[in-house]
C-alpha cells in the first residue's frame, strides 16, 4: 500500500508526471473546494501548483494527517500561516530558492509582452481588423526606444525586465529597498522617482503587509500623464479602484494586469467589467509563469521537497 497520501493541485494533465515523481505515494487530484475538503483529511501532504483553494484557518483545521504544505510558486498568500504553524505543519514555497528560479523566465516575458501589447495596442488594433476594419491612424503605438522602464522590484523577474529594456534601447530605473548588489541594466531612484520619470511602470513584489497598497491614488497620481502600468505581481499590491479612476480619467494611458485582488471570482470585477467595453486595460487570467517548460521544473524540484519533507 502506498507509504503516504499526497493532495494534489495542478494542472490535470501533470498528474502522470507529480505520479512518477512521488511513485510509492498516492496522488490524488483535486481542483474544487469541495473535493479538497472530502480528502483533505486523510492526507499526509499538500502540493500546490494552482493557488486558487484557500488554505485558512478553518479548513487546515479538518486536515489532522497533515504535515507538510509544498508550494510549486514564490507566493503564499491563500495559506493561512499562523495556523499553519499552530497545527504544526510545515510550508515550503519557491521564495529564496535561487537555483530553480533562476531557471525560469515566463514571467518576465509574459510581463513584457504586456508592456509592448499596450504600447502598440495590439488587443484593439486585432479587434478591428477582424471585425472589418484597415485603419492605422487609429492606432498610433510608442515607439520604446529612448523612453524610460521604472520597476517597483528589482529581483529576479524585475532583473529580466531591465534587461529586455535595454535591448529595446529604454532607460531603467527601479526601487527597491530590499536590494543591496544592483545591476547594469537598473538605475536605483527613490519610489516617486520612479513613478514620475517613468513611461512605463512594472511592478514585481511579493504580496506582504509591507506591499499590499503600495501603488495607490496618491502614486497613481505621481505618473505621467499617459503612462502605462504594468502588474503581475499580485492584485492587491495596487489600489484597483484608483487604478480604474485614473484609466477613466485618461490619466494613465493603459494598464496590462495578470493579476486581480477578486481572482479567481471576476466575472463581477469593476476593472474587467471595464475593459469588456474600453481597449486601455489588457487583463489576463494569472498565466504569467504558467508554461509547461517552467511548470515541469517547478514540480520535479516541489515533488523533490514532498518526498524529503515526509521521510523525515
Not at 220 to 243: F, P, Y
Request: net charge negative; hydrophobic share 40%.
Amino acid at each position: 500500500m502506498p507509504s503516504h497520501r499526497v493532495l494534489y493541485l495542478g494542472p490535470p494533465d501533470t498528474l502522470e508526471f507529480v505520479s512518477g515523481e512521488l511513485s510509492g505515494m498516492e496522488v490524488i487530484l483535486a481542483l474544487q473546494e469541495a473535493e479538497v475538503d472530502e480528502v483533505l483529511p486523510s492526507c499526509d501532504a499538500i502540493l500546490d501548483a494552482y493557488m486558487k483553494i484557500p488554505f485558512y484557518s478553518s479548513r487546515l483545521q479538518k486536515a489532522r494527517k497533515l504535515t507538510l504544505i509544498v508550494t510549486a510558486t514564490t507566493g503564499s498568500d491563500h495559506i493561512d500561516m499562523s495556523a499553519a504553524l499552530s497545527q504544526g505543519v510545515q510550508v515550503l514555497t519557491l521564495k529564496g530558492q535561487t537555483e530553480v528560479l533562476g531557471q525560469l523566465t515566463p514571467a518576465a516575458e509574459h510581463s513584457w509582452l504586456l508592456l509592448m501589447a499596450c504600447a502598440r495596442k495590439l488587443l484593439p488594433a486585432t479587434d478591428h481588423v477582424l471585425f472589418g476594419g484597415w485603419d492605422r491612424n487609429r492606432f498610433p503605438g510608442t515607439m520604446l526606444r529612448g523612453t524610460t522602464l521604472g520597476l517597483i522590484g528589482c529581483g529576479r523577474i524585475g532583473g529580466w525586465m531591465s534587461r529586455y529594456a535595454s535591448a529595446f534601447g529604454m532607460t531603467c530605473i527601479g526601487y527597491d529597498p530590499h536590494i543591496a548588489d544592483w545591476p547594469d541594466t537598473i538605475k536605483p531612484a527613490p519610489l516617486d522617482e520612479v513613478l514620475e520619470d517613468s513611461d512605463f511602470v512594472s511592478v514585481h513584489v511579493h504580496l506582504s503587509p509591507e506591499t499590499e497598497g503600495l501603488v495607490g491614488a496618491p502614486e497613481l497620481a505621481k505618473m505621467k500623464r499617459g503612462a502605462v502600468l504594468i502588474n503581475t505581481s499580485r492584485g492587491a499590491i495596487v489600489d484597483e479602484a484608483a487604478l480604474l479612476e485614473a484609466l477613466r480619467s485618461g490619466h494613465l494611458g493603459a494598464s496590462g494586469l495578470d493579476v486581480l485582488s477578486a481572482e479567481p471570482e471576476t466575472a463581477a470585477d469593476p476593472l474587467v467589467e471595464y475593459a469588456r467595453d474600453h481597449d486601455n486595460l489588457l487583463i489576463t487570467p494569472h498565466i504569467g509563469g504558467f508554461s509547461p517548460g517552467a511548470l515541469s521544473t517547478v514540480l520535479k524540484f516541489s515533488c523533490g521537497r514532498v518526498r524529503e519533507g515526509l521521510a523525515n
